[in-house]
């Protein structure tokens, strides 16, 4: 069964960093798009970040562009994003998510739709 699990999210002081992974479970991440959304209490999920893993395009939503960046950690065969100068707008449920279809090439790193989420890992930033 394929699955994404989500880890590294907790409570941080603002200006503080985090870094979440997304590892896979019964698939491979090669040739997939991977997406990183969030929802906050009382609002819509929202798209953070993306990356197609076959040829590295990203995407950043324009509040975390200079603060986060998405990349693969080869090592650790996950998906992470680094989160920098957290601030308290950035608190909610982050979820991973993947596109399973397989994509090559196009330099597009966001996918109109996803096939596996995540449980989700909660970040908070407050004093």
């Known amino acids: 069964q394929r699955q994404l699990v989500e880890s590294g999210g907790g409570l941080v002081q603002p200006g503080g960093s985090l870094t979440l992974s997304c590892a896979p479970a019964?698939?491979?991440?090669?040739?997939?798009?991977i997406g990183w959304f969030r929802q906050a209490p009382g609002k819509e999920r929202e798209k953070v970040s993306c990356?197609?893993?076959?040829?590295?395009?990203?995407y950043y939503e324009d509040s975390v562009k200079g603060r986060f960046t998405i990349s693969r950690d080869y090592v650790k065969n996950t998906v992470d994003l680094q989160m920098n100068a957290l601030k308290p707008e950035d608190t909610a449920v982050y979820y991973c998510?993947?596109?399973?279809?397989?994509?090559?090439?196009?330099?597009?790193?966001?996918?109109?739709?996803?096939?596996?989420w995540g449980q989700g890992t909660q970040v908070t930033v407050s004093t």
């Open positions: 998510a993947v596109d399973l279809s397989i994509t090559i090439g196009t330099m597009i790193p966001c996918s109109p739709k996803y096939d596996v």
């Open positions: 019964g698939f491979a991440l090669d040739f997939h798009r």
């Open positions: 990356i197609s893993i076959s040829d590295g395009s990203t």
